[in-house]
C-alpha cells in the first residue's frame, strides 16, 4: 500500500518569512495529492491539490510542487500570517480526486512567530 | 450551516459498549467517506459510499465496525464491543464525482471518542 512520510514535524517561523513542507510517497500509481490544514478541534480543511499530470500549481500565497521521478512533492506558503499557524497534513491517492482511499502523512505543526 | 455535520461531537463511553455516530453530508454530495485520526497523526481511511453502496473498505474497519448509508443520504458508523484502542476522532467527508474527477472533499468536525 502507499505510505506518506511528511517533514519535519514542526515548523517555526517569523511572521512574513516563507515555509516550506515536504513529503515523500511510494506508489507509483498515486496521482491525486492534496493538501489540508486542520485547526485545533476543527477537521481537516482543503488548501491546495496538485494531479499528477501538473507539477506546480499556485493559488495566492500558497503553491504546491510535484516531482513525479522523485516521488515527492511540497507545500510553499509565502509571507506568513499568524492565521496560517495549525497542523498541515499531506496526502496521497489514485483516485484523481476526492477522498477515497488518501493516505496521509503524519502532519506539521506550523507556527508563526509574531 | 451547509457544511458536513457530525453527531455527537464528543462521546465517552465504557469498554464493551456499542456507540452510534452519524453523519450529514452537504446534501448535494454523493460521496461519503468515514476517516479515523488519532492523537498526533493523520487520518486513517475507513471506507466509502457512492449514494448508498459501500464501495471500498480499509483492513482497519475491523468486524466490530459497520458503516451505512441507508438513503444515500446520511450515514451511520457504528463499533460493537468498544475497545480502548478505539479511541480516537472519527471523521466523515463528503465530496460529488462530476466528470472526470471528484469535487473537493469536506470534512467535518468530527465525533471524539473516548473508550474508557
Known sequence: ????????????????DSAVIKCTYSDSASNYFPWYKQELGKGPQLIIDIRSNVGEKKDQRIAVTL????KHFSLHITETQPEDSAVYFCAAS??????????FGKGTHLIIQP | DTGVSQNPRHKITKRGQNVT???????EHNRLY????????????????QNEAQLEKSRLLSDRFSAERPK???STLEIQRTEQGDSAMYLCASSSRGG?????????????????
Open chain 1, 1 to 16: 500500500g502507499e505510505n506518506v512520510e511528511q517533514h519535519p514535524s514542526t515548523l517555526s517561523v517569523q511572521e512574513g
Open chain 2, 34 to 49: 468515514w476517516y479515523r485520526q488519532t492523537l498526533g497523526q493523520g487520518p486513517e481511511f475507513l471506507t466509502y459510499f
Open chain 2, 100 to 116: 472526470r474527477y471528484d469535487t473537493e472533499a469536506f470534512f467535518g468536525q468530527g465525533t471524539r471518542l473516548t473508550v474508557v
Open chain 1, 94 to 103: 489514485h483516485s484523481g480526486g476526492g477522498a477515497d482511499g488518501l493516505t
Open chain 1, 67 to 70: 516531482n513525479k521521478t522523485a
Open chain 2, 72 to 74: 444515500g443520504s446520511f
Open chain 2, 21 to 27: 455516530f452519524r453523519c450529514d453530508p452537504i446534501s
